[in-house]
């Protein structure tokens, strides 16, 4: 039996339930958690912007050691750190023959799989994300961990599974920021954090953060920002005057509303790319004239988990972190137990903080 924090039905607070976890089986590996990060998609999941089964444990972004391992399963053994990877590649279909396994087909697993019971009562729990992440010890598909890079603490690791690659690859491999280009990064929460980083270590000349809280200014600058701008509906015009009217050559939403992807499709000079990572819901409409459209040559472009390949990725991000480009910690500006959970999405309601870790 472990503790895990449960979503008992889409837009019920969360319960803290001791749970019974499976032996892993076949292709399987137990892992116990040493961190897990509170992402905004949690919230969405809690609150139903985004589906899923439930009861569910959530959580999906995370590190820790491998307990046990199911047969047949050779990349890992009990004792190694790994970090874990929500979207797991089946490496056959159309879009990972193609390199691009951040959209595989099979990523997800299918609606009725459950993985663990709840103690109490015997009833199904499915793993939000496929790798419930927010519980003691998890059981996960082999193809949803990786180890953890050398010299990277297992408590930062867990930023690498989300923010860290969400964030750094929406630069990187999704709008490709170059030296010396200008970005404009929306929304300083984890994910943006991680993209102001990102914009910094690819040598953008000026980084621009936006966020409808003003409190989020020193925690932007920390990470990169060179300018700050508090959200209003003349963002986009504040943008284009700290570019010398131009516009920034980059924008990345890590927001997930239709008034920041608008505002920051219009923040970028004629011909810059938009990158959307944020996830929002259908109410949310963006609208576009076709003259427009023209006009600008813009490009606009959405982006699953940064377009990243976490075996490709993660090695990459331990270089920067170990030569000191890229600072894990600061993500993160509060530690709490499972118990804190529900505080961390009230804090991202009310647009505080950067990452709260829960810590086990
Ligand atoms: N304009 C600018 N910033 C805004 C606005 C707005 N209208 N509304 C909210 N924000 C800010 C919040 O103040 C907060 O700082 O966006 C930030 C979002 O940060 P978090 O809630 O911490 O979200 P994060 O985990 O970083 O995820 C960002 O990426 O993966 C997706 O689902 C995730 O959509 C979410 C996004
Ligand atoms: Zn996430
Ligand atoms: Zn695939």
């Given at each position: 039996?472990?503790?895990?924090?449960?979503?008992?039905?889409?837009?019920?607070?969360?319960?803290?339930?001791?749970?019974?976890?499976p032996?892993?089986?076949?292709?399987?590996v137990?892992?116990?958690?040493?961190?897990a990060?509170?992402?905004?998609?949690?919230?969405?999941?809690?609150?139903?912007?985004?589906?899923?089964?439930?009861?569910?444990?959530?959580?999906?972004?995370?590190?820790?050691?491998?307990?046990?391992?199911?047969?047949?399963?050779?990349?890992?053994?009990?004792?190694?750190?790994?970090?874990?990877n929500?979207?797991?590649?089946?490496g056959?279909c159309?879009a990972?023959s193609?390199?691009?396994?951040?959209?595989?087909a099979?990523?997800l697993?299918?609606?009725?799989?459950?993985y663990?019971?709840?103690?109490?009562?015997g009833?199904?729990?499915?793993?939000?994300?496929n790798?419930?992440?927010?519980?003691?010890?998890?059981?996960?598909?082999?193809?949803?961990?990786?180890?953890v890079?050398?010299?990277?603490?297992?408590?930062?690791?867990?930023?690498?599974?989300?923010?860290?690659?969400?964030?750094?690859g929406?630069?990187?491999?999704?709008?490709?920021?170059r030296?010396?280009?200008?970005?404009?990064?929306?929304?300083?929460?984890?994910?943006?954090?991680?993209a102001?980083?990102?914009?910094?270590i690819?040598?953008?000349?000026q980084?621009?953060?936006?966020?409808?809280?003003?409190?989020?200014?020193?925690?932007?600058?920390?990470?990169?920002?060179?300018?700050?701008?508090v959200?209003?509906?003349?963002?986009?015009?504040?943008?284009?005057?700290?570019t010398?009217?131009?516009?920034?050559?980059v924008?990345?939403e890590?927001?997930g509303?239709?008034?920041?992807?608008?505002?920051?499709?219009?923040?970028?000079?004629?011909?810059?790319?938009t990158?959307?990572?944020?996830?929002?819901?259908?109410?949310?409409?963006?609208?576009?004239n076709?003259?427009?459209?023209?006009?600008?040559?813009?490009?606009l472009?959405?982006?699953?988990y940064?377009?990243?390949?976490?075996?490709?990725?993660?090695?990459?991000?331990?270089?920067?972190?170990?030569?000191?480009?890229?600072?894990?910690?600061?993500?993160?500006?509060?530690?709490?137990g499972?118990?804190?959970?529900?505080?961390?999405?009230e804090?991202?309601?009310?647009?505080?903080?950067?990452?709260?870790l829960?810590?086990?």
């Amino acid at each position: 039996m472990v503790r895990a924090a449960v979503l008992p039905a889409v837009g019920a607070p969360l319960e803290i339930a001791e749970i019974d976890l499976p032996a892993p089986g076949p292709g399987q590996v137990r892992v116990r958690l040493a961190a897990a990060g509170v992402c905004h998609s949690d919230l969405s999941l809690s609150d139903g912007t985004m589906r899923v089964p439930v009861p569910a444990v959530l959580g999906h972004e995370g590190a820790g050691t491998v307990v046990s391992v199911g047969e047949g399963v050779t990349g890992v053994a009990p004792g190694d750190g790994v970090v874990l990877n929500w979207a797991p590649s089946c490496g056959s279909c159309h879009a990972c023959s193609l390199g691009e396994v951040w959209l595989c087909a099979n990523a997800l697993t299918g609606a009725g799989d459950v993985y663990a019971r709840r103690a109490s009562d015997g009833s199904d729990l499915h793993p939000g994300l496929n790798v419930a992440a927010f519980a003691e010890e998890t059981v996960v598909a082999a193809g949803c961990v990786l180890p953890v890079p050398d010299g990277i603490p297992l408590t930062d690791a867990a930023l690498l599974g989300c923010a860290v690659l969400t964030g750094y690859g929406a630069v990187h491999h999704s709008a490709r920021v170059r030296a010396g280009e200008t970005v404009a990064v929306f929304g300083v929460g984890g994910v943006g954090l991680a993209a102001l980083q990102a914009a910094r270590i690819a040598g953008a000349s000026q980084i621009i953060a936006v966020d409808i809280s003003p409190e989020k200014e020193s925690l932007a600058r920390e990470a990169g920002a060179t300018d700050y701008v508090v959200a209003s509906d003349t963002t986009a015009r504040e943008i284009r005057s700290l570019t010398g009217k131009q516009g920034v050559d980059v924008a990345v939403e890590c927001v997930g509303r239709a008034v920041t992807i608008r505002a920051a499709w219009d923040s970028t000079r004629r011909g810059g790319r938009t990158t959307v990572v944020g996830i929002g819901g259908k109410d949310q409409q963006v609208t576009f004239n076709a003259l427009e459209i023209f006009h600008w040559g813009r490009t606009l472009s959405g982006c699953v988990y940064g377009n990243s390949d976490p075996a490709r990725d993660l090695p990459v991000l331990a270089e920067h972190v170990r030569a000191g480009r890229l600072d894990l910690g600061t993500l993160v500006t509060e530690r709490i137990g499972l118990d804190g959970i529900a505080g961390a999405f009230e804090n991202m309601v009310a647009g505080k903080g950067g990452r709260a870790l829960v810590v086990f």
